[in-house]
Every structure is written in structure tokens, then in C-alpha cells.
């Protein structure tokens, strides 16, 4: 089965501080990768979303990540955090052969003005 | 489109009761999925549908949650009978098999008292 691990739990940074989440995720096939954010008291949104292709995948706001198919991972990046960017993020693996999502536990990230 | 839209958006009950959560997915999709998320165990998939079928139910908790999809317009997650551990934001996404990409309805909060 696929899994999903997202190394940091709670990240806490003041503003214009670099960000970069980590994602690992267990599958030896073709696999679609994503990143999603989850404003306080809201849905989860997609940040960005990996196919094929280019492996720097530039999303919304500022946010990249990176696929690096050796090790498996989808990084999260942004150079420059701002205060609007506290939420908590989530990795997620979609398989090519089926349509089943595989999400991470989340990372919390809280911005200090 | 106005999204995957989910109601109710607060369900107050007592135990015991039944609680019925209803979901539209967006309008072609043929993928539906339902999590729920936690404090402590983040966002857990229960179940999801392709094109109407239960494909995987092995995150449903136990008999007391039961889903349906009577077609693509709608699906129902009902729990009977409803206990304090059931308290969770419930998420309903949506997505097109072919394009992967799942989109989120805005959770229903359950609390059971």
C-alpha cells in the first residue's frame, strides 16, 4: 500500500524566513503528487500538483516543490513566508493505475509577524 | 461550478442519535471520496466511489458508519448510532479519474455530545 510521510509536524518561522516542508512518500509505480493548505477553519485547497513532466512544479502564492523520483520525495518550498501563510499543509499521492488519495498527517506552519 | 458542496456545515447531537452527512459533488466528476480529520489522527480516508461503486470501505471505523452514492449527484455518510469519538470535521472531495486532482467541500463539523 502507498504511504505518505511529512517529516515535520509543527513549523514555526517569522516572516521573509525560508520554508521547506518535506514529503516522502512509499510507491514504486507512476504516481501524481500534491500539495494541499488548510486556512483555519477552512477546506482543504491545492497548492500544486505534479504529473508529469517538469519536477519543479511552481502553485499558488510563492509555493514550488520538487520531485525527486530517487528518493521519492515532493518538497515544499517558498523562499519568503509571509504571516497569511499559517496554515496547515498537506502532501498527498495519488496512484496512476487507481484514483485513491494517500495523504500525509499534515505540518502546521505558523508565521510570526 | 460551485464546488463539492456539503451540508449540514455544524451538526450538533447526542449520543446515540443518527447523523446523516450529505454531499454534491461537483457536476462530472466521477470520483467521491470522504475523510475525516482529527486533532490526533489527521485526515483518514473512510471510503471512496468510482462512478457510483464503493471501491474501498476499509476506513470506515466500524458498522456504525455506513456511505452511499445512489448516484453521481449525491452521497450520504450516516452514523448509527452516533458516540462522543465521532466528533470530527468531515471533508466530501471530489475528483475526474482521468485528471486526479481532488477538490474539497468545505467539511461538515460533527459534534456528538
Known amino acids: 500500500a502507498q504511504s505518505v510521510s511529512q517529516h515535520n509536524h509543527h513549523v514555526i518561522l517569522s516572516e521573509a524566513a525560508s520554508l521547506e516542508l518535506g514529503c516522502n512518500y512509499s510507491?514504486?509505480?507512476?504516481?501524481?503528487l500534491f500539495w494541499y493548505v488548510q486556512y483555519p477553519g477552512q477546506h482543504l485547497q491545492l497548492l500544486l500538483k505534479y504529473f508529469s513532466g517538469d519536477p519543479l512544479v511552481k502553485g499558488i502564492k510563492g509555493f514550488e516543490a520538487e520531485f525527486i523520483k530517487s528518493k521519492f520525495s515532493f518538497n515544499l518550498r517558498k523562499p519568503s513566508v509571509q504571516w497569511s501563510d499559517t496554515a496547515e499543509y498537506f502532501c498527498a499521492v495519488n496512484a496512476n493505475t487507481g484514483n485513491q488519495f494517500y495523504f500525509g498527517t499534515g505540518t502546521s506552519l505558523t508565521v510570526i509577524p | 461550478d460551485a464546488g463539492v458542496i456539503q451540508s449540514p456545515r455544524h451538526e450538533v447531537t447526542e449520543m446515540g442519535q443518527e447523523v446523516t452527512l450529505r454531499c454534491k459533488p461537483i457536476s462530472g466528476h466521477n470520483s467521491l471520496f470522504w475523510y475525516r480529520q482529527t486533532m490526533m489522527r489527521g485526515l483518514e480516508l473512510l471510503i471512496y466511489f468510482n462512478n457510483n461503486v464503493p471501491i474501498d470501505d476499509s476506513g470506515m471505523p466500524e458498522d456504525r458508519f455506513s456511505a452511499k452514492m445512489p448516484n453521481a449527484s449525491f452521497s450520504t455518510l450516516k452514523i448509527q448510532p452516533s458516540e462522543p469519538r465521532d466528533s470530527a470535521v468531515y471533508f466530501c472531495a471530489s475528483s475526474l479519474m482521468s485528471r486526479a486532482e481532488a477538490f474539497f467541500g468545505q467539511g461538515t463539523r460533527l459534534t456528538v455530545v
Open positions: 510507491y514504486g509505480g507512476t504516481v501524481n
